[in-house]
């Protein structure tokens, strides 16, 4: 099971994401649940990775395991929303479709100061 849990702030941006374990739905290479919740993550680090007026830090600590926060200022946020819906929106789609092998936490904090 692949459990993804995404933290927002009080105004709905993401600021947190962690993505933790195999699905378990198809050989290792082969898992469809896998890669899709891999591109997804993969994909809004890319885009979010030099953009201006956001700062990305992360860490992979071993397989099957990723952790990601976001800071913004202004000039970041609405591009910080847009990816963070877009994420959002794609691993419930996963989370939808193959529910025995991926569950989505949202979860949404106070943060002072953004």
Known sequence: ?????????????????????HAGFDKKG?????????VLTRTMIRVLSGRKGIT???????????????????EGKEFLAATGAF??????????????NCKVNIERRNYHGA
């Open 87 to 100: 994420l959002i929106e794609g691993v419930l789609s996963v989370a939808g479709e193959f529910p025995d």
């Open 56 to 74: 990305i830090r992360g860490n992979i600590p071993g397989q099957g395991n990723f952790q990601m926060e976001a800071d913004y200022t202004g």
């Open 1 to 21: 099971m692949i459990l993804v849990n995404v933290v927002l702030d009080e105004a709905g941006l993401l600021r947190s994401c962690q993505v933790q374990g």
């Open 30 to 38: 082969n898992d469809v649940v896998c890669a899709a919740v891999s």
